[in-house]
T-cell receptor, first 114, second 114 residues
Framework: GENVEQHPSTLSVQEGDSAVIKCTYS??????FPWYKQELGKRPQLIIDIRSNVGEKKDQRIAVTLNKTAKHFSLHITETQPEDSAVYFC?????????????FGGGTRVLVKP | DVKVTQSSRYLVKRTGEKVFLECVQD?????MFWYRQDPGLGLRLIYFSYDVKMKEKGDIPEGYSVSREKKERFSLILESASTNQTSMYLCASSLFGPDPAEQYFGPGTRLTVT
């Protein structure tokens, strides 16, 4: 089955700096890669996703890049703000309409220092 | 607005007890999932269901079973609770369709087995 590794496990950045989280996956057939954000005490929520036919996707201050050859994808947060402090999870799956099983990475705790 | 609710936020059970965790979603989603969340291990899929009375094992099904008698309700059952099942349990739901769909998570149940 799929295996997703995520690094780093913790990341501390100064407000205004950029943060980068990297994930690698094992199944070359995986074609959908979402990122979820979990604030302290809250439920995970989808913040951005990318499909295998796209190399990069941006949404305001966040972007995700995908390198299918190397089987890794990354989340980039620019101009970090205190509200970006959270745990971020990457995930991968070989999408099919029924039973879309996501395999998650271990999570990255991001702390943005004011 | 999607709403996924779980029967308890906190639960304390004794070793050997049978434990029921319930999840209800109000958005007519076909897919429902049960995860457990442990520090450093991310979200690990226990079971999922893509239709009433249909279920598939996830990555860590041992010691768990599930029931889906109605579309909106998905129950996780610990037949004989053990201390290594102490964890945060998250339920999620998503639409069935030709495109990848966001998984909407419940607030979680923190289960302690003593």
């Amino acid at each position: 089955g799929e295996n997703v590794e995520q690094h780093p496990s913790t990341l501390s950045v100064q407000e205004g700096d950029s943060a980068v989280i990297k994930c690698t996956y094992s199944d070359s057939a995986s074609n959908y890669f979402p990122w979820y954000k979990q604030e302290l005490g809250k439920r995970p929520q989808l913040i951005i996703d990318i499909r295998s036919n796209v190399g990069e996707k941006k949404d305001q201050r966040i972007a995700v890049t995908l390198n299918k050859t190397a089987k890794h994808f990354s989340l980039h947060i620019t101009e970090t703000q205190p509200e970006d402090s959270a745990v971020y999870f990457c995930a991968a799956t070989r999408f099919k309409a029924a039973g879309n099983k996501l395999t998650f990475g271990g999570g990255t705790r991001v702390l943005v220092k004011p | 607005d999607v709403k996924v609710t779980q029967s308890s936020r906190y639960l304390v059970k004794r070793t050997g007890e049978k434990v029921f965790l319930e999840c209800v979603q109000d958005m007519d989603h076909e897919n429902m999932f049960w995860y457990r969340q442990d520090p450093g291990l991310g979200l690990r899929l226990i079971y999922f269901s893509y239709d009433v009375k249909m279920k598939e094992k996830g990555d860590i099904p041992e010691g768990y079973s599930v029931s889906r008698e109605k579309k909106e309700r998905f129950s996780l059952i610990l037949e004989s609770a053990s201390t290594n099942q102490t964890s945060m349990y998250l339920c999620a739901s998503s639409l069935f369709g030709p495109d990848p769909a966001e998984q909407y998570f419940g607030p979680g149940t923190r289960l302690t087995v003593t």
